[in-house]
């Protein structure tokens, strides 16, 4: 294994690239064991620094999983931005099947790359992990704010927390999908992505319809027929009725 000295001055550029490495190393192990499950010291080995390195740089477990969180964070920023100008930005509020429609279109492409992919494995090992700081847990999906924007804007009547609660469930609702979607077609399988974004789609309108118990305008939970706010149209409307 490498063995780093630290009191000699170090490359701006190896310093990066060792923290990239432990970074990676560190997501892997979290989304693999588990925040008690991953060893500092495995993790060190895995990216081929020393664990006095390690320590150098992040401190503590804790503080390591904070820095693979807000590395995902940064990587999905841009994409992000995208969402966010397509949900709550627009003159007047999108109907709420836009706005979901738009979230799993992201949240799909987002995911299916590697980085992506690790990353959504990483969110379901600690979503109910006891050991993982309750605000760190929130702060696991970079997109909830945006999107608890995006369906105040579409239902403003309807209470917050029930709005939360129904995206929490949403959102849930969606990581599966996408997981199962991972685990059972290949990568460029571009037609059964597709029909999993639409079943998506339609699946979590109606857990949000069931939460709020049609006390909102139900025209509002409709997927949306004109496409052409955020997503070209698609060519399997067998799901979603394109006008």
């Known amino acids: 294994m490498e063995q780093i000295e630290l009191d000699g ?18 997501a892997h192990a979290f989304a693999s064991n588990g925040f008690r499950g991953a060893s500092l010291r495995d993790i060190a080995c895995e990216a081929a620094v020393s664990l006095t390195l390690l320590n150098h740089h992040f401190g503590s477990k804790r503080q390591l999983l904070e820095a693979v969180v807000g590395h995902h964070h940064d990587i999905c920023r841009a994409r992000l931005e995208a969402l966010r100008d397509c949900v709550t930005n627009a003159r007047d509020p999108l109907p709420l099947g836009q706005i979901v429609e738009a979230w799993v279109e992201y949240e799909y492409e987002l ?94 309108l109606g857990g949000i319809g069931a939460s709020l118990r049609g006390g909102d305008d139900p025209s509002r939970l409709d997927p949306p027929s004109d496409r052409s706010g955020c997503f070209p149209p698609r060519q399997s409307p067998n799901l979603v009725n394109a006008s």
Request: glycine fraction near 4%.
């Open 9 to 26: 001055p170090q490359p701006a550029a190896a310093i990066v690239s060792r923290k990239e490495r432990i970074l990676c190393s560190a």
């Open 111 to 204: 995911h299916g790359s590697s980085d992506g992919e690790q990353y959504l494995r990483l969110m379901l090992k600690l979503a109910d992990e006891a050991e993982v700081p309750e605000p760190l847990r929130q702060r696991l999906d970079c997109s909830e704010a945006v999107m608890l924007r995006a369906f105040c804007l579409a239902l403003p009547d309807a209470p917050r927390s029930l709005l939360a609660q129904a995206f929490r469930s949403a959102s849930s609702a969606l990581r599966t999908g996408i997981r199962d979607f991972s685990e059972g077609a290949e990568p460029d399988d571009d037609s059964r992505r597709r029909e999993a974004v639409d079943f998506t789609v339609h699946f979590i």
